[in-house]
């Protein structure tokens, strides 16, 4: 009887791991020659099936009963031609051409539950298959990994791996790749993970790790994955990965298994090492708590977006590093990526940004140091001032910055769904420097009020979101207290987000795509807008930051657009919907 008995002793079972691997991934090439094979027959049939011609005989009768004279329609007719001399073949052919049927719903629906029956029977023995083979299903990590980034999971030579790319580039990826194929190998291992904030560990890098198991053709079920502490650990052979955030190596220090020494570290979104820590410096004191007492391999892994400005301190550092024997830097972008790895919409966004504004394509996509302009909205145009479309708004927010003697200003935007815009309505303006008249917090909570009302009047809104100055206590509060005597409408006062940086590249991508406008009521904010700048000399030191010259409508209409980043950003393509480069 033909059964796996039979196979033994003939070389099968003698197979390594990868011989096994290698006639796998033949046969399923195979396969899918086969299937392509197939598919291409039915395409070149149905062009057949479709094509006209030119018969004396059936041309005439088809087109009198107003049917096309294509292959198809003739072989049909000349079916039924045959079907009523008597020919039983050609009429069961007609019959089910039609649809037809000799079987009963009862019959079909029993047919149908054995399909489902065996259908079930198969998958749980393919998951059994899968749970039994264990390490044997495992891929090759070059499967799952873009071709320019070959060498460099390979090298043991450089110390230094520095990879940076624009958004798309797999680099989060390749790390993931990485770390959990340095953790499965035979020799003691671990792998430590870090970020500046380590808050953010959980929703990107830790994710992506976790996703590379199953990108890699193993089973979770071989690891100890843990939340608090963030590791996952490989239960055959105990090698680890820890996740930490810079400000927390100590601790990570005190957990880390003697018995297996440090191979790699990856220090994900490297900027932030240099935005808000003490850049060069903090790196090498991480690397020398780690480095401690490996006499064998160990690699850092450097992974980061680079910023627009070429004098940016981590593009400073990156330069330096260049020459170094014991550093490699890798530049990849979105293009080096198999297309069926992106998907439609990522590339659809890539091209959409290309063409509206190519300057920040090659920052955001490619990964190029494009340089900073002097001013912030360069992209702000006429095209972005009109008057709002809709008549009625469920929901409008408004923007404040407070200021005692500098300016105090609102500015309000309603969300329009139809036209996928956030449409701004108007504003209220004042500076008792200029005027000359000082007003107090109470008297600008009651301007508030009267501006909502003004609005609630004309736009039927009900619901109002107030993203208020985080300096403006005082004020907050004094509108809180006007707002619980009113009960035409609902106000909610939060406090807004003040990340600068963040906030400009918001207000600049909604200028981009076109999801914002701008009223010519506005005309403080118009103002603004078309003059609002970075410091020169902060471009030169490589951490640009606005001028704090006539900003208070910009810095407003920023609040507006971080508090309801939410809901604006369903408004963008879809690939333009996630974190900031």
């Known amino acids: 009887m033909p059964n796996e008995e039979n196979l033994k002793g003939h070389g099968f079972h003698e197979r390594t791991a990868k011989e096994r691997r290698e006639i796998a991934v033949m046969g399923g090439k195979a396969s899918g020659e086969a299937r392509r094979r197939k598919a291409d027959f039915r395409k070149t049939l149905n062009l057949l099936l479709t094509a006209e011609i030119d018969s ?153 790790i976790i996703r590379a198991i199953g990108r890699l053709g193993l089973s979770k079920d071989d690891f100890d994955i843990g939340v608090s502490p963030m590791e996952i650990r490989h239960k055959r052979n105990g090698n680890i990965i820890y996740f930490s955030g810079s400000d927390s190596i100590d601790d990570t220090k005190g957990i880390i298994d003697e018995d297996k020494p440090i191979r790699l570290v990856i220090l994900d979104e490297l900027t932030e090492f240099f935005d808000v820590g003490e850049g060069e410096e903090e790196l090498t004191n991480i ?109 409008i927010g408004v923007g404040v910055d407070y200021g005692q003697q500098n ?19 108007g504003e209220f303006y004042h500076s008792g420097r200029e005027s000359g008249k000082q007003k107090s917090p109470s008297d600008y909570a009651k301007e508030l009020i009267k501006f909502t009302d003004a609005l609630h009047e004309k736009y039927s809104c009900s619901v109002f979101y107030v993203f208020i100055d985080p300096s403006a206590e005082g004020l907050a509060e004094e509108i809180k207290r006007l707002v619980v005597e009113s009960n035409q409408y609902s106000i909610v006062i939060k406090n807004a987000e003040n990340d600068v940086a963040v906030g400009i590249q918001r207000v600049q991508k909604c200028m981009t795509y076109q999801v914002m406008s701008v009223s010519e009521g506005q005309e403080n904010l118009i103002r603004e807008l078309g003059t609002y700048e970075y410091d020169p000399k902060s471009i030169e030191s490589g951490r640009e930051k606005p001028m704090k010259v006539d900003d208070h409508c910009c810095d407003a209409w920023r609040y507006l657009v971080m508090g309801l980043w939410s809901k604006i950003k369903y408004f963008l393509p879809a690939g333009e919907r996630g974190e900031e480069n």
């Open 56 to 208: 004396e005989e059936y041309k005439p009768v088809l087109e009198a009963l107003g049917v096309e004279c294509t292959l198809e329609s003739a072989l049909l007719m000349a079916q039924i031609k045959e079907a009523m001399k008597g020919n039983t073949k050609a009429a069961y052919f007609v019959a089910q051409y039609a649809g037809q049927s000799g079987q009963t719903d009862a019959d079909l629906e029993e047919q149908m539950a054995k399909i489902q029956l065996m259908q079930a029977q198969k998958e749980k023995v393919a998951k059994q298959d899968t749970e039994n083979e264990g390490s044997n299903s495992a891929k090759d990590p070059y499967d799952v990994i873009i071709p320019e980034l070959w060498d460099v999971f390979d090298d043991r030579t450089h110390e230094h791996q520095i990879i940076t790319s624009g958004r798309a580039g797999t680099k989060s990826s390749f790390a993931g790749i990485l770390g959990i194929a340095t953790i499965i190998s035979d020799e003691p291992a671990a792998v430590v993970v870090l970020r500046k904030r380590h808050n953010k560990l959980r929703k990107t890098v830790y994710k992506e």
């Open 407 to 425: 300016a105090t200003t609102y500015q309000a935007a309603g969300l329009n769904i139809n036209t996928r815009r956030m449409e701004g309505l």
């Open 287 to 395: 690397e020398a708590t780690f480095v401690r007492g490996n006499n064998e391999s160990f690699r850092m892994l450097y992974l980061y977006n680079p910023p627009k400005n070429p004098n940016a301190p981590v593009n400073v550092w990156c330069r330096k590093m260049e020459l170094r024997e014991d550093a490699i830097h890798k530049h990849i972008d979105y293009r080096d990526v198999p297309v069926n790895w992106l998907g439609k919409k990522l590339l659809e966004s890539a091209e959409l940004l290309k063409s509206v504004d190519y300057r920040l394509y090659r920052w955001v996509w490619l990964g190029e140091c494009i340089g900073v302009d002097d001013l912030i909205y360069y992209m702000f145009n006429d095209s972005l001032r009109k008057e709002p479309e809709a008549e009625h708004y469920k929901l």
